[in-house]
């Protein structure tokens, strides 16, 4: 049986035909842009929200390598909201919806790390950590996952004066820091968390870690501005 | 090079080699509770917090495999509560780690009666048992019971700070839960609470059509008929 990997909406077999030869064909018969053509098609043929939402994904990669970057990214928000947890054909595109998903959480840091748009991002980045295991995802693609995630945890923590959102926040802190022990990054974030918790003892733990690998002076200042938690028992 | 595994504090390998002579006495012993006491003063002796837990992780391994699930899970939440991620021997005891957060979350508590941990607790144990999968052969797939914890644990903060973003986290992980296991009835209902709250009506009149052939009982089906469907969102 062939194209039995489809589980979309078309019975008569065109759509995973298409499919298949756009797949197979690495740029040589399609140019770039006749291959943004061919899944702006497939995505209006798809009637199955999970086909569709593979298809906004390959339509985004497309777009991608014609370096139209406004437009990939607003396809793979498209996609990812477009994938259907609950539908029956959702487990043979899960591998499309960790990429989405991972692909998304990496966008936020590429354009900065803007607080005010991480709530935007941080579904993607939790369903990235809750799906890797469908995906070629490995532990270090992760890390801006557990970044991302950890600022969130840390930021409500401290919106709600919340102590167990504090320890999510660290846990993600700590992952990251056992990933990259000397980025200079990961460590103020860490600091930051132990000051939450008001862990004076690994507050000047991390702080000297800091010294030790901050050449630029770029985050260690910003540690020190902190403060410290109160001497007390930790 | 013998006792490589061990990252402590003494360097002349004493406590390695005790700990070692031990551990293959425990295990051949039919009462492994009458050597705790040398394994306590190995522990009392340690300086490292992660070798300290590493060694108590053993001993609630040991009595988990010989049915002491009481007893276990008091060595595991001892481990739990020693073990320093931000330590140097830290690396070498993070699959011991890994087990102790899934050991001392897991519902298998229930069995020995002394369950008075709820989700707040449970909730960042199996964040981490979630952050260091890859460091182990367990994936998501195998931790069904902590992403419903982690989804009750989102849900009820969600609803406390009125947080769509928490609506959204309960949604992915009880979905997550969900394909795991598509018929339980508890994984569904709190997928229908995150898409209640997230204006998703079209997915809760699913999950209401899906309770109706599993939820045998009818609890969460009773629940789902006194909160109805939610008003679709304009967004």
Not at chain 2, 73 to 88: I, S
Not at chain 2, 203 to 230: F, H, N, S
């Given at each position: 049986m062939i194209f039995e990997w489809y589980r979309g909406s078309d019975s008569s077999g065109e759509i995973p035909k298409r499919y298949a030869f756009l797949r197979q064909d690495p740029y040589k018969l399609f140019s770039p842009e006749k291959r943004v053509e061919a899944f702006q098609e497939l995505c209006r043929l798809e009637q199955d929200a999970n086909y569709k939402a593979l298809f906004l994904y390959e339509l985004a990669m497309a777009l991608g390598k014609l370096d139209r970057d406004e437009e990939m990214s607003a396809k793979l928000w498209e996609a990812f909201e477009t994938f259907d947890l609950l539908g029956a054909s959702f487990p043979h595109v899960a591998e499309a919806y960790a990429q989405v998903a991972w692909l998304l959480a990496m966008e936020w840091l590429e354009r900065g790390e803007p607080m005010e748009e991480l709530e935007r991002y941080v579904p993607a980045m939790f369903a990235a950590l809750v799906w890797w295991d469908h995906a070629p995802i490995k532990r270090w693609d992760l890390m801006g996952c557990w970044y991302g995630l950890g600022r969130f945890f840390l930021v409500s923590a401290q919106k709600h004066a919340d102590r167990t959102f504090g320890e999510l926040a660290l846990l993600c802190a700590l992952r990251l820091h056992r990933e990259a022990t000397e980025d200079p990054k990961a460590l103020l974030f860490l600091f930051e968390c132990y000051l939450f918790l008001e862990d004076r003892r690994r507050c000047e733990k991390v702080l000297a870690m800091l010294r030790e690998v901050d050449a630029e002076r770029e985050y260690l200042p910003q540690a020190e501005a902190m403060g410290m938690p109160a001497e007390g028992p930790s | 090079m013998i006792y490589d595994w061990y990252r402590g504090a003494d360097a002349t390998g004493g406590i390695a080699r005790r700990f070692q002579e031990l551990a293959g006495r425990m295990e051949r012993a039919t009462d492994a509770e009458a050597l705790l006491p040398e394994l306590e003063a190995i522990v009392a002796e340690e300086?490292?917090?992660?070798?300290?837990?590493?060694?108590?992780?053993?001993?609630?391994?040991?009595?988990?495999?010989?049915?002491?699930?009481?007893?276990?899970?008091?060595?595991?939440?001892?481990?739990?509560?020693?073990?320093?991620?931000?330590?140097?021997?830290?690396?070498?005891?993070?699959?011991?780690?890994?087990?102790?957060?899934?050991?001392?979350?897991?519902?298998?508590?229930?069995?020995?009666?002394?369950?008075?941990?709820?989700?707040?607790?449970?909730?960042?144990?199996?964040?981490?048992?979630?952050?260091?999968?890859?460091?182990?052969?367990?994936?998501?797939?195998?931790?069904?019971?902590?992403?419903?914890?982690?989804?009750?644990?989102?849900?009820?903060?969600a609803e406390d700070w009125r947080s769509l973003t928490l609506c959204e986290l309960t949604r992915i992980a009880s979905a997550r839960e969900h394909r795991c296991d598509t018929e339980s009835p508890i994984s569904l209902w709190t997928l229908y609470e995150a898409?209640?709250?997230?204006?998703?009506?079209?997915?809760?009149?699913?999950?209401?059509?899906?309770?109706?052939?599993?939820?045998?009982?009818?609890?969460?089906?009773?629940?789902?008929?006194?909160?109805?469907?939610?008003?679709?969102?304009?967004?």
């Open positions: - | 300086q490292d917090p992660n070798m300290r837990a590493y060694f108590l992780w053993y001993a609630g391994s040991l009595l988990y495999s010989r049915n002491k699930m009481a007893l276990a899970l008091e060595y595991f939440l001892r481990a739990y509560r020693e073990f320093d991620p931000l330590e140097a021997s830290f690396p070498a005891v993070a699959h011991a780690y890994h087990d102790t957060c899934s050991k001392c979350s897991g519902d298998w508590s229930e069995l020995v009666g002394v369950d008075d941990r709820d989700a707040v607790e449970a909730a960042p144990m199996e964040l981490a048992v979630l952050l260091w999968s890859q460091q182990t052969s367990m994936t998501p797939a195998m931790q069904l019971f902590g992403l419903g914890i982690l989804a009750v644990f989102f849900l009820r903060r898409s209640y709250y997230l204006g998703r009506r079209k997915d809760c009149e699913r999950i209401v059509e899906m309770l109706e052939k599993v939820d045998y009982q009818g609890t969460y089906l009773q629940l789902a008929a006194r909160w109805g469907l939610p008003k679709p969102r304009a967004t």
